[in-house]
């Protein structure tokens, strides 16, 4: 039975590969349709089983996209199969939990002061009025007693935007989906000082604004600084409990 398992196995990687291979080789883009079962079938010298299953593979990591009754097209190539990944290891495994949360903090930092002279040089003034448009929503919300996380967010996708690198926004919503996830679930402190929250991003615009690459990597470093203080004590906490 295992031979069995690992020879289907085998054979439903093999046509999956075909697959990828035949969108490389026909120049297919997100979006695009892909022949229907039987043809794929007949184009690839696969039986229907191995094709479906293949299929069925390939959509989960959203390589390919089925839409009953319409077809199957090529994926929108996200990374949703690492966020689910990264989110399953942070809350399967005792000792990788905040380790994971660590390590995307250190990603997410590290892109951001890596690419901060690049930032820089191709945020232009439409992006800068944008993130001042954020930091005002998030005061407002500050007012109003609500929560500014969303805002954060948009406010960090936007600093990237400009980078015009598909890979590291993607990467970027990555940490933030994963982080989003896991926290709550460790029980990490989320509501911490507002005030200074929306401080440190204005503190962000103004280096922009002003090109200054040293403002700004102090600023970057001081908004992730109390993200690791929650991760310390939500560690220090389940280590005593």
Same mark, same amino acid.
């Given at each position: 039975m295992?031979?069995?398992?690992?020879? +289907?196995?085998?054979? +439903?990687?093999?046509?999956?590969?075909?697959?990828?291979?035949? =969108?490389?080789?026909?120049?297919?883009?997100?979006?695009?349709?892909? &022949?229907?079962?039987?043809e794929?079938?007949?184009?690839? %010298?696969?039986s229907?089983?191995?094709?479906?299953?293949?299929?069925?593979?390939?959509?989960?990591?959203?390589?390919?996209?089925?839409?009953h009754?319409h077809?199957?097209?090529?994926?929108? /190539? *996200?990374? *949703?199969?690492?966020?689910? %990944?990264?989110?399953?290891r942070?809350? @399967?495994? &005792?000792?990788?939990?905040?380790?994971?949360?660590?390590?995307?903090?250190?990603? $997410?930092? /590290?892109?951001?002061?890596?690419?901060?002279?690049?930032?820089?040089?191709?945020?232009h *003034?439409?992006?800068? !009025?944008?993130?001042?448009d /954020?930091?005002?929503?998030?005061? $407002? $919300?500050?007012?109003? %007693?609500?929560?500014?996380v969303?805002?954060?967010?948009?406010?960090?996708?936007?600093?990237?935007?400009? /980078?015009?690198?598909? @890979?590291?926004?993607?990467?970027?919503?990555?940490?933030?989906?994963?982080?989003?996830?896991?926290? &709550?679930?460790?029980?990490?402190? #989320?509501?911490?000082?507002e005030a %200074?929250?929306?401080a440190?991003?204005?503190?962000?615009?103004?280096?922009?604004?002003?090109?200054?690459?040293?403002?700004?990597? +102090?600023?970057?470093? #001081?908004?992730?600084?109390?993200?690791?203080? $929650? =991760?310390?004590?939500?560690? !220090?906490?389940? #280590?005593?409990?």
């Amino acid at each position: 039975m295992a031979a069995t398992n690992g020879a +289907r196995s085998s054979r +439903r990687q093999e046509v999956a590969e075909r697959i990828k291979r035949y =969108i490389i080789d026909n120049r297919l883009r997100p979006g695009d349709l892909l &022949p229907t079962e039987n043809e794929l079938c007949d184009t690839l %010298g696969a039986s229907r089983s191995s094709v479906r299953e293949a299929v069925k593979m390939l959509d989960a990591l959203d390589i390919v996209e089925v839409r009953h009754g319409h077809g199957t097209y090529v994926g929108r /190539l *996200s990374m *949703s199969a690492l966020v689910e %990944g990264l989110t399953f290891r942070a809350m @399967l495994s &005792p000792g990788d939990d905040f380790k994971v949360l660590e390590e995307l903090v250190d990603v $997410r930092e /590290l892109m951001e002061r890596g690419m901060g002279q690049r930032i820089l040089d191709t945020l232009h *003034s439409d992006h800068i !009025a944008a993130l001042e448009d /954020l930091v005002a929503e998030m005061e $407002r $919300r500050l007012a109003d %007693g609500e929560d500014t996380v969303e805002a954060d967010r948009r406010f960090h996708a936007l600093l990237l935007e400009s /980078l015009e690198n598909e @890979l590291i926004s993607q990467f970027s919503s990555v940490c933030w989906d994963v982080y989003a996830l896991v926290a &709550p679930h460790l029980q990490v402190v #989320t509501k911490q000082d507002e005030a %200074g929250i929306v401080a440190v991003h204005r503190d962000i615009v103004d280096a922009v604004r002003d090109a200054d690459l040293a403002a700004f990597d +102090r600023a970057i470093q #001081t908004h992730y600084r109390p993200v690791r203080r $929650r =991760i310390a004590a939500a560690r !220090a906490r389940g #280590t005593a409990g």
